[in-house]
């Protein structure tokens, strides 16, 4: 995927620096990122629980703001971006599934996968993106009518439906049994290799990052490695 034909450069992220708190009772959560994300690859952030991997990615998808350095996206530095931009951003660009899928209650699975919709621009998003990921057939029930995996299907397919460029994907199979999580790896695989998306998945597991097309390693706030995976692992053959 990374030989004879580039890639497009989508994210670029130089000296990313998070600490939370001040003076001597600071954490540096960041300490110095430098990495690239390519439109379209699935790629791998690997590290152990405290390295650095959710404030990453909550940089990356404008969450919060680094204390400082730079992040690009299409050329646009986002890191410096004033709240209404940001929040379009995050709208526009970015579609984020949580570890803890984070859905509304009271609203019913259509209700909670429209909340992101681009319905102006497509007005069929909503049953084609349920479609997409298998649920058209749960569109009616309530969060609390389904199962683990079909719930982070919903957060997948919310997440989807507003056109995201990035999918951020925060330890995704982290609150589903086994065989669920590996359904749920499969489908975000899925989405990267035959929809194109660009899906970055943080994990502390290494077997998962098998899967990625790239895999990077975070410790201490810093990138210890980066490697391109000449032969992704199916999903659906990981073991952990
Ligand atoms: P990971 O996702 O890899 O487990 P995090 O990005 O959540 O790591 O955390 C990195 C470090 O920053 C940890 O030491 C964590 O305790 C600290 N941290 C994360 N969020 C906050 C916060 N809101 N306030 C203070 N410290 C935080
Ligand atoms: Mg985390």
Redesign the pocket.
């Known amino acids: 995927m990374f030989g004879s034909h580039e890639k497009e450069k989508i994210l670029e992220v130089r000296g990313l620096r998070k600490f939370?708190?001040s003076g001597e009772g600071a954490?540096k959560?960041l300490d110095g990122v430098d990495m690239e994300v390519y439109d379209g690859e699935l790629l791998v952030i690997l590290?152990s629980?405290?390295?650095?991997?959710?404030?990453?990615l909550n940089m990356i998808g404008g969450m919060d703001l680094p204390t400082n350095g730079s992040i690009r996206f299409k050329g646009r530095e986002i890191s410096r971006f004033k709240d209404k931009d940001l929040t379009l951003y995050r709208r526009n660009n970015i579609g984020f599934v949580f570890q803890s899928f984070n859905l509304i209650s009271e609203l019913t699975v259509r209700e909670n996968v429209a909340l992101t919709a681009d319905t102006r621009n497509n007005p069929g998003i909503v049953d084609q993106t349920l479609d997409l990921i298998g649920l058209s057939e749960k569109k009616d029930k309530y969060p609390s009518q389904l199962s683990g995996g079909q719930q982070q299907r919903v957060a997948i397919a919310r997440a989807l439906a507003g056109n995201a460029d990035i999918l951020l994907c925060d330890e995704p199979t982290g609150a589903l049994d086994y065989e669920t999580g590996k359904q749920i790896l499969v489908q975000l695989q899925k989405l990267s290799r035959e929809n194109g998306k660009t899906v970055i998945i943080?994990t502390h597991t290494k077997e998962i990052s098998l899967m990625g097309d790239r895999v990077i390693t975070v410790k201490d706030?810093k990138i210890k490695n980066t490697w391109i995976n000449d032969e992704p692992v199916d999903a659906s053959g990981i073991e952990w």
């Open positions: 939370y708190g954490v959560a590290g629980s405290g390295s650095g991997k959710s404030t990453l943080v706030g």
